[in-house]
């Protein structure tokens, strides 16, 4: 059974509702014939906007975090139950720009995931190395470590509702772009520690893995080209109906 590619905009802090309506109708027809599932992921503000203009298209709508209680004192953070209201079925966990810039660990991703899935979202998961873990060659251990502790306590069931990002931290929004080879590399010693984790048909067969990191309209395809890589996590590119259309026909 083929993994079915998935191409998922990571809006980031950028588009208001009005940008929303018109980058999302700018879009509807240039992805309608994707061959991949599509997904955007817009700021909180602007995720009402983006449900209702995607409804009826192909065009799938996710949040960039999410937190893991179900309400409580935890000001600034949006609840699972509060998304799937607005109709949101993905949401993105664990972005090194959450890890970076507003100290998420491994653990509270772990639980954002559980609170996620508990609730029917969908999960994108990101994991992937600092330059200075690339450096030093513990790419293998650091993917291995966030993968592991991110699906601790997560059943087999799930993992239909989940997707990896691989990101390499150093990639992001650099214009540096992991070669297709590391990137596959990579993605694939994350699929073996889902065979361990799970069990190898499992990995093979339902964990999709996405490269994410400065991926755009002109390396897309070769990049999808590589039989361990599932799709991409698209940041800078995504902003642009143009060019995001053409990663999405990569
Ligand atoms: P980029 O961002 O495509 O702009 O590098 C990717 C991401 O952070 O998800």
């Known amino acids: 059974m083929a993994r079915k590619p998935i191409i998922a905009g990571n809006w980031k802090m950028n588009n208001n509702i009005a940008a929303t309506r018109q980058l999302v109708s700018e879009l509807i027809p240039v992805v309608a014939d994707a061959v991949c599932d599509v997904v955007i992921c817009t700021p909180y503000t602007s995720l009402a906007a983006a449900v209702e203009a995607c409804k009826g298209t192909n065009i799938h709508v996710g949040a960039e975090n999410v937190h893991w209680a179900e309400k409580g004192a935890f000001t600034g953070e949006i609840s699972a139950d509060m998304l799937v209201e607005l109709g949101v079925e993905y949401v993105i966990i664990g972005h090194s720009e959450r890890r970076t810039y507003f100290g998420e660990t491994d653990l509270t991703v772990n639980k954002r995931m559980k609170a996620a899935l508990a609730k029917g979202l969908k999960v994108i998961l990101c994991v992937g190395e600092t330059l200075e873990e690339r450096e030093a060659g513990i ?38 772009t992991a070669t297709s080879q590391d990137a596959n590399d990579t993605i694939a010693i994350i699929r073996a520690c889902m065979a361990e984790l799970y069990c190898p048909r499992c990995a093979e067969e339902r964990v999709r893995i996405q490269y994410g990191g400065s991926m755009n309209a002109k390396n897309a395809s070769e990049l999808m080209a590589m039989p361990q890589i599932d799709g991409g996590l698209i940041g800078g590119a995504s902003l642009k109906a143009e060019d995001f259309g053409k990663v999405i026909h990569f």
């Open 139 to 176: 790419t293998a251990e650091v993917v291995r470590r966030q993968t592991k502790i991110a699906f601790a306590g997560i059943d087999n069931e799930e993992l239909d509702n989940v997707v990896i990002a691989y990101e390499p931290v150093w990639a992001i929004g650099t214009g540096k």
